[in-house]
């Protein structure tokens, strides 16, 4: 939408720890003027296994770069950085990106993820950058089991400026997004973003009370959920995608909200979950304030993560 946007420099402040643990473990191994052989091969295909690019990623780089060798497309050290990033680029499409907007009524975005994982806050980024660009926003706390949770949401929405549908911890989820929709569709709402648990007694419950939740928005708005977003801790690393994959066994994920990525040294992370779950990432959280959320542009988070 364009409306998120950060600017390079914004991201190269933001991706700092994950940039030094990068520039650390690059400089050991591309060392200036080294020829490439086998050994630099192995040891550049240890350090992005160890910086949470992951090992099915780090085997088609690493295959890619011995055949630009081969071909004598690269030679050098120096070379096989530029070679990186070029690829690392071109493994987004740039539509999978795009968030899903409704032709005509809200866009809903139901939003899923363990507690702990940063929803809230994310959801809370979401509308702020929506409400500051003249969309009118509608927040659900479809988190009933937690009255904390429903709390955080309520000083979230006042803080920002946007509306919320509410009942009483212990209520019907499922309730509270039918009352969403209906209140969405009434004041005329932008968007709705609605908030789900992130813990049941049973990952059995936690999905079916999910998927009352997606069928109840789907039944009451034309074509939503537009989005389901998932929201994973970046800092978490490769448990991040043993989550995501537990999400999409049951619900139709759209796209990745990143959240916390400025916390962790393993930034890597987003490579790996596009090879691992083909899902897009499509917004990144990149510190603590509500403006501090970005699109995700492959082509700035790369040369922001390797500068």
Known sequence: MGIFTKTVQYLRERLGKTRKRISSSFSSVLTLGRDIDEDMLDELEETLISDDIGVEMTGKLISDLRQAYRQRQIAKSEDILPFLKEHMKSYWPEQDRQLRMAESGPTTILVAGINGSGKTTSIAKLAYVLSRNNKKVLVAACD???????????????????DIVKHQSGSDPAAVAFDACQAALSRGADF???DTAGRLHTKKNLMEELKK???????KITGGPHEVLLVLDATTGQNAIIQAKTFTETIDVTGIFLAKLDGTARGGIVIAIKDVLDIPV????????PEDIAEFNPAEFVEALFN
């Not at 939740?213 to 039944?219: E, L, P, S």
């Not at 499509?282 to 304030?289: A, M, Q, R, S």
Request: net charge positive.
């Open 144 to 162: 009933t089991f937690r009255a904390a949770a429903v709390e955080q949401l309520t000083i979230w929405a006042e803080r920002i400026g946007a």
């Open 192 to 194: 709705l973003i609605l």
């Open 213 to 219: 939740i997606r069928n109840v928005v789907a039944k």
């Open 282 to 289: 499509k917004f990144v959280g990149l510190g603590e304030k």
